[in-house]
């Protein structure tokens, strides 16, 4: 098969690469989508010892069971593989799984590639009338959906404003969730102008440059996980308000944890999600509750090494690209 790999930092070869084998309770998925996130970046920018080069990256993707008794079928798929017997999982946490595999890190290749092997426990079947392109969505989305519904659990008191910082995938993602989850009102910050329009434009979001002065929120959703925009989630949050941290930009500094401790700000990580907030994410899609997620940018996966340096150098104005393999059984 045709796969597109990590060899070194800021470096991606098209290439050959041996099929993968489904082993007991796997299928093989013939790849239609798959986007590139944010991990992928860090990743390919060198930044990531858990995903050591050479690798196929990319987890976020959608396509077509090849072989076995469900030939055919169209799935999205989950790509967090957990144990299923631990107390994490068992107790409805199994992205807190000790032992979990995430496509995309050794030992598992991702989804840049024709094909890749998932168990059947990490596929949900799409309806025959929603896009591979708009199942590939159900996992970015999924991260900010589990964000929301952690810090809506959290919330006392009024739930009705929400800050997002950052318009990439996960921020529109958690933007689109919130609504989803009944937060009437959703202000984004993007400060890359051509993205901020595009969110304007194209995603119905109300997007600003950066936070509104002297506003606070019910809830801040960082996207980003920068000390800056910890900083501005720290500053944005009301008194009794909730932060849902999602983003891995950098590991240290920006939380001011006098006005969280003085004001009782809650400040929650995030990771992933669960099965659960994966199946409800694609149901949503399924049901239009997120819109008409048309605000993607489709490219070849041939050329996923030119994506991978477009985002780098901040001129893809999409929330997220969507590579396809020339053997996608869906193109777009």
């Known amino acids: 098969m045709k796969a597109l790999v990590y060899i070194g930092p800021e470096a991606l070869d098209y290439v050959d690469a041996p099929d993968p084998v489904a082993g007991t309770g796997e299928h093989l998925i013939r790849i239609a989508q798959v986007g590139i996130c944010g991990s992928d970046m860090h990743a390919y920018l ?4 858990r995903r050591p080069a050479p690798l196929i990256l990319g987890h976020e993707a959608a396509g077509v069971i090849e072989g076995g008794p469900r030939d055919g079928h169209r799935v999205t798929i989950n790509p967090l593989v957990t144990c299923g017997t631990c107390p994490a999982c068992r107790q409805g946490r199994d992205n807190l799984c000790p032992t979990r595999q995430i496509i995309s890190m050794p030992p598992r290749e991702g989804g840049f590639a024709e094909l890749v092997a998932m168990p059947e426990t990490n596929l949900i079947t799409v309806p025959d009338d929603i896009p591979l392109a708009q199942a590939a969505l159900a996992e970015p989305i999924a991260c900010g959906w589990h964000t929301v519904r952690v810090a809506l659990e959290a919330l006392n008191g009024t739930r009705d404003t929400a800050l997002v910082l950052g318009g990439g995938a996960i921020g529109l993602g958690a933007a689109l969730s919130l609504k989803a989850q009944g937060v009437s009102d959703v202000t984004v910050v993007e400060p890359n ?67 969280l401790t003085l004001q009782e700000i809650t400040f929650i990580g995030t990771y992933t999600y669960t099965a659960h907030d994966f199946a409800q994410t694609a149901q949503a899609i399924f049901d239009g509750r997120l819109g008409p997620l048309d605000w993607v940018e489709f490219r070849p996966l041939s050329d996923g090494a030119n994506a991978f340096r477009d985002i780098r150098n901040g001129v893809v104005a999409a929330p997220k690209i969507l590579l396809q393999p020339e053997t996608a059984p869906e193109r777009t």
């Open 46 to 49: 060198g930044h990531d010892d």
């Open 193 to 259: 102008p051509a993205r901020r329009a595009h969110l304007v434009e194209h995603c119905a979001q109300n997007a600003v440059p950066e936070p509104p002065d002297h506003t606070l929120f019910d809830l801040v959703i960082d996207g980003v996980g920068y000390a800056a925009t910890r900083a501005s989630a720290s500053a944005c949050a009301r008194p009794g308000g909730v932060i849902g941290h999602i983003g891995l930009g950098e590991d240290a500094g920006g939380l001011d944890i006098r006005r």
